[in-house]
Each structure stands twice: as C-alpha cells, then as structure tokens.
C-alpha cells in the first residue's frame, strides 16, 4: 500500500467564504497539506451544493469564490488533488453502485434528514414535506466522494461525524457483499485545537445564522464589520475579560502567543472597545491583505482557475478510473469477453470462499493478496498496471493454490 496518509475533504460551494470557513478548514487543511506524510485531496463539492441551493448563478459564482480562496491561501495545486466533485464522473457512477448496497434505514437514521422531519412534523405538515430525494441521499453521495479515493482521513466538523460513520457502514456493506477489501474504512479527522470563531452576534459563524463576516471583504469594509461585533457595555479604563469577549476570540485565532498574551494584559487594563477592535482589524488585516490581493487577482481570470480544476479532475480521475472499473466488475456490470462466471447456488454465495482475492493500491501500481477463510495471506504480489490486471493474477494465483 501507498504509506502516505489520504486526507480527503469536500466543501459545498453555495456561499461565500467567511473568517470562520478560513480559520475552521482553509487554514488548517492547507497547513496539513504541507506535510510529505499526507497525500491531500480538496474538492469543491457542488453536487452537495445543488441539494440546499437550486440558484445556478449562485453556484457558479461560489466554486469561483471557494476555488480562488483556496488557491489566494496558498494551497498548491501540484501537490494536492484538487478538483471539483463533479468534473469526476465515477462519483456518481459510484453513488449509484453505493445506493445499491445501502440500507434505506440508514438513511431514515441522518441527522440533516430527521431534522427536517421534525421541523415538518411540529408545523403539522406531512413529515416529508419539501424533502428531495437529493437530501435523503447526501449521506450515500458524502460516501461516495469519500471512498472513490479511499481516504484514511476525513478532516470535518462535527455535525459530519454521522456521515463519515454511514460512509464505513456502506463501504464495509459492499466489501462483504462483493467479497473484497476495496474499500479502506474513513475515520473522522476533528480538529481540537482549531478555534470556531464566534460571528457578530456572538453565535458561532456560520452563513445559516447570517452572522458572518467575509473572508475578502476590502480593508474598509472589513473595520467596518469588526466595529459591528458585538461586546458588553464597559467603558473604557474598567478591566475587561478576555474569555468572554468575541473580539478577543477572534484575535486569538490569528494573532500569535506574545501577541495574545499581550492582548490579555491589555484586557486587564482596561482597553476600550474601539481601541480593541481597531487591533483586531489591523491584526486581520496583516495577514489577509496578501491573501487578498491574490484573491482579487484569481477571481479577475476565471479560465485560469477553470484549468487548474481540469487539471487537478484529470489526475484524480486517474485514481478514480481504473478503480471504478475493479468495483463495475465486483458488483457484476462485466464486459461479456471477460469471461463468463458460473452462477453459484444461493447456498453457496452465503457460504464465505475458502479463497479471497482482493486487490489494493501499492503507490502508483496495484497489487493483490490472496487470503484464505482464516484472512491469513497465502501469496501477495504487486507491480500491476491496473486492478483488473492485478485481480486477473490474483484469480490465476488462486488456481496454483491447492484446496486446505
Ligand atoms: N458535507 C460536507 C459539509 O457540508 C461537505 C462534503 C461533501 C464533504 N462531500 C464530502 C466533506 C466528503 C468531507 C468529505 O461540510
């Protein structure tokens, strides 16, 4: 197997990017990316988008803004896949093949779904009232985008710790019912010392409480909103805390140990409202104005982001490809000239071969191991241009392998 750790991330493209999108997964994923132990893989997640958002124009416009962010923060495109979710055909190809194998109880059991019933069901409407087929299947499309790469980690917040969780569940269905390890199982990657930051009203930031502040927003602007954050009614020259203060917050989120401590002290001393948010603004500035500058430059030449995702779908689908071919021929949908498999008896379907073939990426080639009912390896081989050669062997291996 490839020792390098998958990171795998998507992010819906129906809004505009804020502080709190660039604090809670901007600026972490792509420090994360940095790291040589990781193979990164960020995507625009507009098919997640068209479920809560059916304005065309306003989808557009948020792949420009969420790609041109990405890139403005200093992510590398020639170091990371990163694409959008559906420039890659074989995610929904392989939607479907999940929907297959995926118990519709599990669905009924979402989170995002069962809130919805319930909203529907206290205003006395029918429970599934204004309830697409498109939100009852995040979850299966979530798992999709996550196991067509087979991502060890799945860096989210944790209102998505459910769907990683489905994401296991379907993906280990579909190994057993296929009889193979194609699927590597997901874990959730929550992120404890990353700061949420409190939005104007003093809420966490988030767009559905309308409290945000946006990431770009020209230097002027950008005071202008620091000055709308709410804070308590002390003068200037009484203490203040800074654990309880939204400007504080924030500042602690981009400023630096010395700096915040030195923030502390001015707390302590009283420092007026005025004077604190002018820090926190100039703070926020220095460290985004560079960004920002970038920024405004990306956005002014959509074709030139348009070609890095081509570019980064065409590498991702490279993986995408021949592994959506291993798993076709897994579920059964098999060029005709590649053999005719006897149909086994119910009885012995249930019953678990004596044999396993499975097939597994090894860096840039495939490779197979053969297991006995036990999982024991009886013959491991790589070097495979693709998974079906690689299984081809696996199956002729299988044949040299005398009966326990
Ligand atoms: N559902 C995620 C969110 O709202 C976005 C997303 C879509 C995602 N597909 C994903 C996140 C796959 C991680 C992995 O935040």
């Not at 197979?368 to 024991?376: S, T």
Request: charged share 25%; proline share 5%; glycine share 6%.
């Amino acid at each position: 197997m490839s020792s390098k750790t998958r990171i795998l991330t998507g992010i819906t493209t129906s809004g505009t990017p804020h502080l709190g999108n660039y604090v809670g997964a901007i600026r972490p994923a792509i420090a994360a990316s940095r790291n040589a132990d990781a193979e990164s893989f960020y995507f625009l997640a507009d098919y997640h988008a068209l479920i809560k958002c059916d304005d065309p124009a306003r989808i557009q416009r948020s792949t420009l803004e969420i790609a041109a962010s990405w890139l403005a923060c200093g992510l590398d495109p020639e170091k990371v896949y990163f694409y959008r979710q559906s420039d890659i055909r074989e995610i929904p190809e392989l939607t479907w093949l999940l929907t297959c194998v995926t118990a519709k109880g599990l669905l009924n059991r979402a989170h995002a779904y069962k809130a919805a019933n319930d909203a529907n069901r206290e205003k006395g409407e029918d429970a599934d009232a204004g309830v697409t087929a498109g939100l009852y299947m995040y979850p299966v499309l979530m798992a999709a985008d996550i196991l067509i790469f087979n991502a060890h980690k799945v860096p989210v917040g944790r209102d998505q710790i459910q769907h990683i969780e489905m994401a296991r569940d379907i993906g280990q269905r579909f190994n057993h019912l296929y009889d193979g390890e194609y699927f590597i199982m997901p874990e959730a990657a929550i992120e404890e010392n990353v700061a949420t930051l409190p939005g104007l009203d003093g809420r966490k930031m988030s767009k559905s409480y309308n409290n945000t502040i946006p990431l770009w927003l020209p230097a002027k602007e950008l005071r202008k909103a620091i000055l709308g954050i709410v804070t308590n009614s002390l003068a200037p020259g009484e203490a203040k805390n800074p654990d309880d203060s939204n400007i504080f917050s924030i500042y602690q989120a981009f400023a630096s140990a010395e700096e915040t401590a030195a923030m502390r002290q001015a707390y302590a001393e009283g420092i007026g409202w005025g004077d604190a948010k002018q820090k926190l603004f100039e703070r926020l500035d220095a460290e985004l104005a560079p960004m920002r500058e970038r920024y405004d430059a990306l956005v002014a030449k959509p074709s030139e982001i348009e070609d890095i995702l081509h570019t980064g779908a065409a590498r991702a689908r490279k993986l995408a490809g021949p592994f959506l071919d291993t798993l076709r021929h897994a579920a059964g949908l098999r060029d005709l000239r590649s053999g005719i498999e006897a149909v086994k008896k119910p009885v012995e379907r249930a019953e678990k071969p004596a044999l396993q073939p499975v097939v597994f990426r090894e860096d840039d080639a495939f490779a197979y191991k053969v297991l006995d009912a036990k999982r024991n390896v009886l013959k491991t081989q790589g070097g495979f241009a693709d998974a079906k050669a690689a299984m081809a062997a696996a199956r002729e291996a299988m044949e040299h392998i005398p009966p326990a």
